[in-house]
C-alpha cells in the first residue's frame, strides 16, 4: 500500500512551530512552564487532558496520553522544550518571531526540538481526530531542561513520576534526518548515545618573580603538559553494535566508502589511517565518525594566572569527555589518569563536574522493524542505519528504566546535510515546511500502525 503526506496539516503544525518558537524557552533559565502551559491549551482542544509537572517555579513539563486496552506495549512520544542561547547579532532574522519565510520556519529551536515536538503533538492529535484505537497507551511529555542535562526535567519526571512517564517504548531526538548518498536516501535512527565524563583538572606550582621564572614552579607549564598529553590522545578504537551496523549500512549504499569502511570493520586499529583519507574527501564525516569509535577528551575551558609579573601557582583546565556504550566514567577517569603519570600526578587534582553513563538499545524489535517498513512505504528505495549519537539526550534516563529508545525525528536533506548538521546549536537554524508535513506523516504511520 502506498501512504500520502498529509498535506492538510501544513498550515496547522506551521503556525504550532512557530508560536512554539516564539516562547523564549532559552536554557539557562528555561521557563519551559510557559510553552507546556501553550501546549495544554492547544491538546485540551482535542480533547486531551494534561497535566504539568514542575521540578521548580517555571521550570514545567507536560504530559498527557491517549488510552490503550493493555494488548500491546506502551509507547512514549518524547521531547524537550528547553533551547540553547541564540545572540541575534549573529542571525539573519530574529532567532525568537517564529519566522515563516522561503518555505522555512526559522528560528531557534526549529531543529532542536521544537520541530519534532510540533511533530509529535500533531501525531496525537490526529489520532485522536481519526478515532484510532491504540491496543497500549500512547503517552506525549515534552519536557524541561534537556540542554542543561535534563535533571530538572526527563530526569526528575523518572524520579518522581515514574508511572507517568514509564514506557516499554520511547521514540525521542537524535536520529532519523537522511543521508543522501548517490541519489539514495540513508535515514538514520539513534540507537546509542555516548556518555559525559566533565572534570576539571588543578595543576599546582609554586608562585615566583616573572622575572626569574626558574626559581618558581609555574602552573600553567604543567597545565600545558596536560592539556598536549590528553588534547591529542587518541583512545583506543572499539566497534559498537550500533556503530558497526551503521558503518556497513554506510558501505552498502556507498561505492567510494565501500573499500574503506569494509576494511575498517575488519580491522578498527587500522580506523585512523582510513579515516585520514575519508577526510581528504569528506571531512564532517570523516571526524563524525571517528568520534564514534572512541572515547574521546577536548580541552574546553582554561583558567590561571593573577598578575603579569608573577608566575602562577594554580592552573584549572575543564575537559569534556565522552565515553562509549561498554565504558563507564570511573574507568575513563582511571585510563586519564594513567596518560598523567609522567607530570608529577601528586601536583593535580581532579574533580568530576558530571558524569553519564552511556547507553544503547537494540535494533531487533517490532518498532525498529515497524520505522524501517513505513519509510519504505514512503520512498521504496531509501535504506535505514541506526546511528550512535555522539552527544547526548534524554533517553539515557528511559534506556536506565529499562524503556527501548530510538532517536527518529524523520526528514529529508532539502539543505546540503552538512548545513543542517550545522544549524543545530547554530545560527539560523531552521526546518523546512515540507519536513515538517514530511516528518509528522512518516511518524504518524509509525505509531498508528505499532500501536494498533
Known amino acids: 500500500m502506498h501512504v500520502q503526506l498529509l498535506r492538510e496539516i501544513e498550515e496547522e503544525i506551521t503556525n504550532l512551530l512557530s508560536d512554539l518558537i516564539r516562547i523564549n524557552t532559552t536554557n539557562p533559565p528555561g521557563n519551559e512552564t510557559q510553552a507546556a502551559k501553550y501546549l495544554a491549551e492547544t491538546l485540551e482542544k482535542d480533547g486531551f487532558k494534561c497535566e504539568l509537572f514542575e521540578s521548580a517555579h517555571g521550570r514545567g513539563s507536560l504530559i498527557t496520553r491517549l488510552k ?7 509507547l512514549l512520544l518524547l521531547s524537550h522544550l528547553d533551547v540553547v542561547a541564540a545572540n541575534p547579532k549573529e542571525w539573519s532574522v530574529d532567532p525568537f518571531a517564529g519566522l515563516v519565510k522561503d518555505g522555512f520556519v526559522w528560528g531557534r529551536g526549529a531543529l532542536d526540538m521544537k ?16 478515532n484510532v484505537k491504540p491496543k497500549g497507551d500512547i503517552i506525549l511529555a515534552a519536557t524541561a531542561d534537556e540542554e542543561k542535562g535534563g535533571e530538572a526535567g526527563a530526569g526528575w519526571l523518572v524520579s518522581n513520576y515514574p508511572k507517568k512517564i514509564r514506557a516499554d517504548y520511547v521514540i525521542n531526538e537524535g536520529g532519523g534526518l537522511a543521508i543522501p548518498i548517490n541519489g539514495k536516501n540513508i535515514y538514520t535512527v539513534q540507537t546509542a548515545e555516548k556518555g559525559i565524563l566533565w572534570f576539571k583538572v588543578k595543576a599546582k606550582g609554586r608562585p615566583g618573580h616573572g622575572s626569574v621564572p626558574g626559581a618558581a614552579d609555574n602552573a600553567i607549564l604543567r597545565m600545558n603538559k596536560v592539556v598536549e598529553k590528553l588534547g591529542n590522545h ?9 556503530v558497526k551496523q551503521f558503518l556497513s549500512e554506510i558501505a552498502k549504499e556507498n561505492k567510494v566508502a565501500q573499500q574503506a569502511l569494509s576494511l575498517l570493520l575488519q580491522n578498527p586499529e587500522l580506523g585512523d589511517h582510513i579515516l585520514d583519507q575519508v577526510a581528504q574527501k569528506d571531512k564532517a564525516m570523516a571526524e563524525e565518525i571517528r568520534a564514534m569509535l572512541r572515547m574521546t577528551i577536548a580541552p574546553t575551558i582554561i583558567h590561571g594566572g593573577v598578575k603579569e609579573n608573577i608566575i602562577p601557582s594554580e592552573c584549572d583546565a575543564v575537559f569534556d569527555c565522552r565515553i562509549l556504550p561498554g565504558q563507564n566514567p570511573t574507568d575513563a577517569l582511571d585510563e586519564i589518569k594513567g596518560l598523567l603519570r609522567d607530570v608529577d600526578l601528586e601536583k593535580l587534582g581532579f574533580e568530576t563536574i558530571q558524569a553519564n553513563e552511556p547507553s544503547e538499545s537494540p535494533t531487533n524489535t517490532p518498532l525498529y522493524e515497524q520505522i524501517i517498513n513505513v519509510l519504505k512505504e514512503f520512498e521504496p ?17 528511559f534506556r536506565k528504566m529499562g524503556s527501548i529508545c530510538y532517536g527518529f525525528q524523520p526528514m529529508r536533506a532539502d539543505l546540503p546535510y552538512g548545513e543542517i548538521l550545522k544549524m543545530t546549536h547554530g545560527i539560523d537554524e531552521r526546518i523546512s515546511i515540507e519536513n515538517l508535513v514530511f516528518g509528522t506523516s512518516v511518524l504518524y504511520n509509525v505509531v498508528e500502525k505499532f500501536m494498533t
Open 68 to 74: 490503550g486496552t493493555g494488548e500491546k506495549p506502551n
Open 115 to 130: 520541530s519534532m515536538t510540533a511533530m509529535e503533538v500533531m501525531v496525537m492529535k490526529l489520532l485522536k481526530r481519526n
Open 234 to 242: 587518541r583512545s583506543k578504537i572499539s566497534l559498537v553494535p550500533t
Open 381 to 397: 528505495d531509501c535504506s535505514v542505519a541506526p546511528i550512535l549519537l555522539t552527544g547526548g539526550t534524554d533517553s539515557r534516563f
